[in-house]
């Protein structure tokens, strides 16, 4: 089955440095990575997605992530972290070739804190 | 321009008693989710609408829960005979383009339900 792994439920860094947020994903066919965040009682905000090409994608706030099909992970990286970043993180994943939809499964999340 | 937006935010009910959460997607979206998630959890899909054709409600987990969008653009997430385990946040989320896996979908705030 199509699953999503995010294998830190915390991670904690200092602001100003780099962080990483981990995620790996089953494999079935060539599938479509996201990465969203929550902040408190708000929705999901769409951070950045890979479709095909070019294995690093950027996205919004400086977010970048990249794809890496022979590890099947698809970590959501930031070269300079901000207390602002300190939220919910989720990994999800669809697949081409869904006949009806194109629904996303996501990962079970990850609270990335940043101390000043 | 307007994101997607639900009603209401918070919703407490009685077990037993029957709940409506309504969605207004983006509009000219003609693709539209619900995703119920618990607390500590990654959303969960419960089921897809491409205008008002509801073309996949397999994540709905039980008989007592129903949705709707007959005009193919708000729709209504209907629960019945409501259960503590109904209690979660119930996101509604919306796509331009129909199916189609890598299309982003734009979440709303969330209706956060708690049965009592």
């Known amino acids: 089955a199509q699953s999503v792994a995010q294998p830190e439920d915390q991670v904690n860094v200092a602001e100003g440095n780099p962080l990483t947020v981990k995620c790996t994903y089953s494999?079935?066919?060539?599938?479509?990575l996201f990465w969203y965040v929550q902040y408190p009682n708000r929705g999901l905000q769409f951070l950045l997605k890979y479709i095909t090409g070019d294995n690093l994608v950027k996205g919004s706030y400086g977010f970048e992530a990249e794809f890496n099909k022979s590890q099947t992970s698809f970590h959501l990286k930031k070269p300079s972290a901000l207390v602002s970043d300190s939220a919910l993180y989720f990994c999800?994943?669809?697949?081409?070739?869904?006949?009806?939809?194109?629904?996303?499964?996501f990962g079970s999340g990850t609270r990335l804190s940043i101390r000043p | 321009g307007a994101g997607v937006s639900q009603s209401p935010r918070y919703k407490v009910a009685k077990r037993g008693q029957d709940v409506a959460l309504r969605c207004d997607p983006i509009s000219g979206h003609v693709s539209l989710f619900w995703y119920q998630q618990a607390l500590g959890q990654g959303p969960e899909f419960l089921t897809y609408?491409?205008?008002?054709?509801?073309?996949?409600k397999s994540g709905l987990p039980s008989d007592r829960f129903f949705a709707e969008r007959p005009e193919g653009s708000v729709s209504t997430l209907k629960i019945q005979r409501t259960q503590q385990e109904d209690s979660a946040v119930y996101l509604c989320?919306?796509?331009?383009?129909?199916?189609?896996?890598?299309?982003?979908?734009?979440f709303g705030p969330g209706t956060r339900l708690t049965v009592l």
């Open positions: 999800a994943v669809s697949y081409p070739g869904y006949s009806s939809a194109s629904k996303i499964i």
């Open positions: 609408f491409q205008n008002e054709a509801q073309l996949d």
């Open positions: 989320a919306s796509s331009f383009a129909a199916g189609g896996g890598p299309d982003t979908q734009y």
């Open positions: 494999v079935s066919g060539n599938p479509y």
